[in-house]
């Protein structure tokens, strides 16, 4: 588990973005306004190793960890506070909700009784950690009294206003513990039952769990933001979270899309990196990692979720990660995950990293199969550098991923729910019922989104969708009026793709659609009957209203787990999405362009091995040495980020840098700034220039090298070490 998380062709933009694009064009500091656009995460006191020049820092966790952290020898959450208050930071704080070095409360330190009974525990007894003396928790009313006094109290008293508060997770194998048998009784008014009891227990079980950790947030936000109204502050709170992909993969459940809509939550960060996207899922009955393509569907998942109510997102992602891989490892899959979030031109946020101190610090292999353990290599800091360093500037666009447009998949939280213990009649390889929907089509080339059940009652939340394809093969709605909204839905014209046998014994859970009154053997037969389509309907297509419904009668994993096995799948789509008037078109690539930035993915498996040549004056912001190219080959299975300088805002500016510039002064003949970035590392800067310079001072020594002019685009290529303090850079023409 992530302890972060514990990532020729001059293409038209809209003046909108090219008007963002060229206010924004070069980082000059931290935003005037106020508002953080960058951020990342670290328990570390400031250092100059670490000083990554975002707009802002959350500080992790209120526990002590290493003497250098205070000037008294302590390192409390208020002297990390203070160490980067002093650097001009902005300072937010983010901890565990679920896990955290809460020992003072286990111990009994805080009320003089040890709770380690509370950690969360599996069949055979033990308890699930995250790390030494660090439980999974239960989150019991009693803990939830000692993290709003010992956490959130503590950091709004230190002028802390915006609180993360990280992984509300609950792992399915955990509902075994004495305080969770506590919380059943309380919940359900009846006897604890194991959850490998029945695929009932199991469907109950999941979701008290997932009850718990909104019950949780609910509590802790509301106390937060009447604790510091009382004391004239306006408190902000946000949830770091895996995607409901990824929680569903490893068999952990969540609050996910609920929150969306709780009045004390004001967005998430997208907790997407390697770690996450990396974890194999089958197609054409290959099992294998597809770190881009999952990492894509894992950024929609998430911007799904808040796009209705218009709150916040981060994206994250991370250039390493918690497993230990090589250097080039970590490298090929951040250009993977990197490039997936960029393809999301709604969102424009970024936790640009967690843990630098990790990222900076520790020694990995130095390549595959090597024992040599080095630091992070000096060109891989510089391009990473140039990476976060743009996400300062990345505008939001409305410009789309190339792509037929207005295909989604449909989820829902308790995705979650049915994923452990596996019982007779039921099996989901690999969440193979979700990747069976949505895999088949993004793989060829279509930038399929995600739909969350919980949001269909929304106005704007199935607007531009134009297929929408579900199954109830994996998931089952909690709310029958979700019915209502997608029923309504395709009476104005949707179309609707239900894939599922509905025979898994799921179905038979104690729930609304056979209680209460109703007596459907299946969720689905309520959805159909809506839509005057008999119960337990056969395949085929059925008209209601202006729109209609295409069922399948095989579950969506049958799609992928043998090789060409979603022909007819894909098939129905295209018949579907040719009655909005427009015809499906299929590709291996997709494209966005963002103000002067385009992005390019080439992918495998799909349905041509041809790699994709875009032309122009381009920057390689994928190669450290920032190379002016006149044209760009992407092949299958790679990714690019480009800056395009037909794009550019008029010279001299800054275009990119390792690191960023302040203090950016432009004269007649002149051009100044102060660069700064980490300490033992190397600032590459590509400068667009009215001509060739005749001078470039560095900290006051002359560095002019003709061979750094670069003819093509007019630009000049700055390198020098790195320093938090900065470096003032000068160049005259």
């Known amino acids: 588990m992530n302890s972060t998380h514990s990532l020729g062709a001059k293409v038209v933009i809209t003046l909108a973005a090219l008007?963002?694009?060229?206010?924004?064009?070069?980082?000059?500091?931290?935003?005037?306004?106020?508002?953080?656009?960058t951020t990342f995460q670290t328990s570390r006191a400031w250092s100059p190793a670490i000083d990554t020049r975002a707009d802002a820092v959350m500080v992790y966790g209120t526990g002590k960890s290493l003497a250098e952290d205070g000037p008294d020898g302590s390192s409390a959450v208020e002297n990390r506070i203070r160490s980067w208050k002093e650097r001009g930071y902005r300072v937010d704080f983010?901890?565990?909700?679920?896990?955290?070095?809460?020992?003072?409360?286990?111990?009994?330190?805080?009320?003089?009784?040890?709770?380690?009974?509370?950690?969360?525990?599996?069949?055979?007894?033990?308890?699930?950690w995250h790390g030494k003396m660090v439980p999974y928790i239960v989150p019991t009313r009693h803990y939830l009294e000692y993290f709003k006094e010992s956490q959130v109290k503590r950091v709004i008293d230190a002028g802390i206003e915006s609180l993360y508060f990280e992984e509300p997770e609950f792992w399915n194998r955990g509902g075994y513990s004495d305080a969770f048998k506590q919380e059943w009784e309380d919940y359900y008014g009846e006897p604890w039952r194991p959850q490998d009891e029945s695929p009932e227990a199991t469907y109950l079980s999941n979701k008290l769990k997932y009850h718990l950790y909104y019950r949780a947030l609910d509590e802790v936000t509301t106390y937060a933001k009447e604790y510091g109204r009382s004391k004239g502050m306006e408190v902000k709170c946000y949830v770091p979270t895996h995607s409901l992909v990824n929680y569903s993969q490893w068999e952990i459940v969540s609050p996910e899309a609920s929150l969306a809509s709780m009045k004390g939550?004001?967005?998430?960060?997208?907790?997407?990196?390697?770690?996450?996207s990396r974890v194999p899922n089958y197609l054409d009955g290959v099992f294998k990692e597809r770190t881009f393509e999952t990492a894509y569907l894992e950024y929609a998942c998430m911007a799904s979720m808040t796009a209705p109510t218009?709150?916040?997102?981060?994206?994250?992602?991370?250039?390493?990660?918690?497993?230990?891989?090589?250097?080039?490892?970590?490298?090929?899959?951040?250009?993977?995950?990197?490039?997936?979030?960029?393809?999301?031109?709604?969102?424009a946020d970024y936790e640009i990293m967690p843990w630098p101190e990790r990222i900076y610090g520790r020694l990995y292999p130095k390549s595959a199969g090597s024992d040599e353990m080095i630091k992070i290599p000096s060109d891989y800091s510089t391009m990473m550098q140039v990476m976060t360093g743009s996400l300062g500037n990345i505008p939001v666009s409305d410009n789309k991923v190339s792509g037929s447009q207005g295909i989604s998949v449909l989820m829902g939280n308790s995705l979650m729910f049915q994923r452990f213990p596996i019982h007779e009649g039921y099996d989901d390889p690999a969440l193979s019922d979700f990747f069976g929907m949505a895999m088949p089509l993004l793989k060829r080339g279509v930038p399929v989104g995600i739909t969350h059940i919980e949001n269909v009652g929304y106005e704007n939340t199935l607007k531009n969708v134009k297929v929408l394809v579900m199954t109830y093969s994996n998931m089952k709605p909690m709310d029958p009026q979700a019915h209502n909204h997608i029923a309504s839905w395709v009476e104005r014209g949707g179309r609707l793709v239900y894939c599922g046998?509905?025979?898994?014994?799921?179905?038979?859970?104690?729930?609304?659609?056979?209680?209460?009154?109703?007596?459907?053997?299946?969720?689905?037969?309520?959805?159909?009957?809506?839509?005057?389509?008999?119960?337990?309907?056969?395949?085929?297509?059925?008209?209601?209203?202006?729109?209609?419904?295409?069922?399948?009668?095989?579950?969506?994993?049958?799609?992928?787990?043998?090789?060409?096995?979603?022909?007819?799948?894909?098939?129905?789509?295209?018949?579907?999405?040719?009655?909005?008037?427009?015809?499906?078109?299929?590709?291996?690539?997709l494209r966005l362009t963002r103000g002067p930035y385009e992005?390019?993915?080439?992918?495998?498996?799909?349905?041509?091995?041809?790699?994709?040549?875009?032309?122009?004056?381009?920057?390689?912001?994928?190669?450290?040495?920032?190379?002016?190219?006149?044209?760009?080959?992407?092949?299958?299975g790679e990714q690019s980020f480009l800056y395009n300088i037909d794009n550019a805002p008029k010279a001299p500016s800054i275009l990119a840098i390792a690191g960023r510039a302040y203090e950016t002064t432009?004269?007649?003949?002149?051009?100044?700034?102060?660069?700064?970035?980490?300490?033992?590392?190397?600032?590459?800067?590509?400068?667009?220039?009215?001509?060739?310079?005749?001078?470039?001072?560095?900290?006051?020594?002359?560095?002019?090298?003709?061979?750094?002019?670069?003819?093509?685009?007019?630009?000049?290529?700055?390198?020098?070490?790195?320093?938090?303090?900065?470096?003032?850079?000068?160049?005259?023409?």
């Open 501 to 589: 046998k509905d025979t898994d014994p799921f179905q038979n859970v104690k729930e609304w659609w056979n209680t209460g009154g109703n007596g459907y053997k299946a969720p689905s037969d309520h959805l159909f009957s809506l839509m005057g389509i008999d119960a337990e309907a056969p395949e085929g297509e059925y008209v209601f209203g202006s729109g209609s419904v295409m069922v399948i009668r095989k579950d969506p994993k049958e799609f992928v787990l043998e090789g060409g096995a979603d022909n007819g799948f894909i098939a129905a789509v295209t018949g579907m999405y040719s009655k909005s008037g427009e015809e499906l078109v299929f590709k291996n690539n």
């Open 310 to 347: 218009g709150r916040r997102v981060w994206f994250l992602t991370d250039p390493i990660e918690d497993g230990t891989r090589d250097w080039n490892d970590y490298k090929k899959n951040y250009h993977a995950t990197f490039t997936a979030q960029l393809l999301h031109p709604e969102i």
């Open 19 to 37: 008007a963002f694009s060229l206010s924004c064009s070069s980082p000059e500091g931290n935003n005037d306004s106020g508002r953080v656009k």
């Open 599 to 636: 992005l390019i993915s080439v992918m495998d498996e799909s349905v041509s091995d041809e790699p994709l040549t875009l032309t122009g004056r381009l920057i390689d912001l994928y190669d450290p040495t920032l190379p002016v190219l006149t044209s760009k080959t992407v092949k299958p």
């Open 94 to 128: 983010m901890t565990g909700i679920a896990w955290g070095g809460y020992n003072d409360y286990f111990t009994g330190k805080w009320d003089g009784a040890t709770h380690l009974d509370e950690g969360q525990r599996q069949a055979d007894g033990d308890t699930i």
């Open 666 to 733: 432009k004269e007649r003949r002149s051009f100044f700034w102060v660069a700064k970035g980490p300490a033992e590392t190397v600032c590459a800067t590509r400068v667009l220039l009215p001509q060739k310079p005749s001078s470039v001072i560095v900290d006051g020594e002359e560095t002019f090298d003709p061979a750094l002019w670069d003819e093509v685009g007019n630009t000049y290529l700055v390198s020098h070490p790195n320093n938090p303090d900065g470096v003032q850079v000068k160049i005259g023409w």
């Open 265 to 276: 939550i004001d967005g998430y960060i997208a907790q997407v990196w390697t770690g996450t």
